[in-house]
């Protein structure tokens, strides 16, 4: 990062249940995040990174906040707000689903969990779903109730992570599938185990449903960690371009739709249950969509970790879009980035051009994910 | 602050069309609001307060979003979200005003502005109204758009802002009343100015109406304030406490009613208008609310400027409320707060306790504003 920013502390920006943990961790930079403060760094982005991928990390992901929906009206209002059909999650199962806007546009992309027949979470990136949920169900008179619950989640990211769950919960957590989740508790705090995590070197996330129990659960996850060399982590920006991981705020926002992202599988344009943006995404689906997201590949020597604001993409000399996320990958060994484009010009091999803090580069479109 | 917090930025947390100027004015410290960086300080929180309250000063608050409702149900639907009486609300005038849920939750306190018949700014706090009011329009099928303009408020706060407003606008800002503005342009940059601004030391607010021109809008006002000595300064946390202005999100949240601020005057709740927390607010006005926010005086020595997170208050060792925002004023020479508690307990001369991080403290029940 080119300017460091120094933020002042106040209740408005929320800490997280684990936030004397990770201080007491050496937690160097923090993002706000759903009006928390949330980790970004401990030893620096490529340490953090390398602990990620070659062994297993915890995260403070309490900023990931949930908004739970119940009522009798609850799996209908769920079905309600996403183009992803919901008809067949179970109990005890989670989805990745685009909450969208009368017009189609990303309000939100969160997982959602199935915890009971008429009850759900939405774990969620940061916009206050809290607020368009409840807007939304009171307008329609609709029997939910919705609320922010006391629910905080710390993730275990890595590829050994299984024997240190083996050693925190059982055998059990073996058979989990992918987004599949469990209510279980570890030394009396209450939790519930879901195989997720926002990266892609395997792991589950701790869902801890008793804050005043933060720092109960990171020392029992650090303790139990120790024998396996765990490493305090965070989401990682290498890591988590190199796997295909959008972020809501930087590679979608509200003015975008789910269509112009690599993610049409999340999409169920025909589903049977009604929902709110049939209308523009059916009608957006048919015209085309005019931009969309890819993936680049830019030439030269790496480039810093992060952009501040979107770099502009060049087709021929003409602005044909916008790189969102960029990071130098060091199993790849070069520059890689998200970037918003003409959908014309979004078919893997093109050749584009960047202005970057460091001058022009040259970039092609590439499949994602990178690894 | 006691503890220092380095930020990550990223495009997630947007830039002011000033953040640039605030850099090469000396900002040095942020806070995010609204997902926009905002500086906090130039100087060190006590300079910039006896900037602000000696002379006249200039504040990056492009992080006050508006949130633009029109519609041919648009007025209807502004009446509808808050129990204050806006019918005599005239073009061209702005009310500060609740916005509820249907609890009589608080959302948000912005500053109401109607620019037409139907059409509405509201000038917002740290929660995205948008997206309440969005879901809200949409739940009910009342034809109103909303959406975030591209408007960034600069503020000029000051005893003496009068004269830099003459040079900059002439004479017509001198008969503009409290909350009244006035579409105008400055070289050519689009702009609205409103006789507005968080702190009771007087001043104005310039509604940049085109963002590429942060830098430029910035430029003149710091040109044109050489000559009164013009400093750069933030919403004061000091000055806004002596003035008795609460911030949403510390002194106030959604699990919080209008009714347990000193600030019934702002709440109509037998207005002819229809409105969503009508019921709800009655109920609780005839119940009688359980908790009341208070002015508070502190005993000892100066206290950090500042809470992180709320602080314990007691009566007779019983818990019974939490301080929320406190500040050593210079002027009173005391430690002065803000804090929710019985309302039982809520009489001005109220004897009380509070656990800070010195060590336990006499405590004050006292009238707001404190100046």
Known sequence: MSQKVQLTLSDRLRKSPYFDATIRAGASTFTIYNHM?????????????????NNVTMWDVAAERQVEVSGSDAYRFVEYITPRDLSNLQIGQGKYAFITDENGGIINDPIIL???????????ADSDVLLWARGLACGLGWDVQIHEPDVSPLAIQGPNNLPLMNDLFGDWVDDLKYFFFKETELNGIPLIVQRSGWSKQGGFELYLMDGTQGDKLWDAVLSAGKKYDIKPATPNNIERIESGLFSWGNDMK???NPLELPLGKFCQLDKGAEYLSRESLQRINSEGVKNKVVGLVLSGDALIDGCESPWQVFSDKKLCGKLTSIAHSPRLNSNIAFATVDSQLSETGTKLTVETPCGSRNATVSDIPFI
Chains 1, 2 share one sequence.
């Open 37 to 53: 403060l949330m980790p970004t760094s401990y030893e620096g982005s490529e340490k953090d990174y390398w602990n990620l991928v």
């Open 114 to 124: 199935r915890l009971g027949e008429q009850r759900f979470w939405l774990s969620i």
């Open 254 to 256: 509200l003015e975008n």
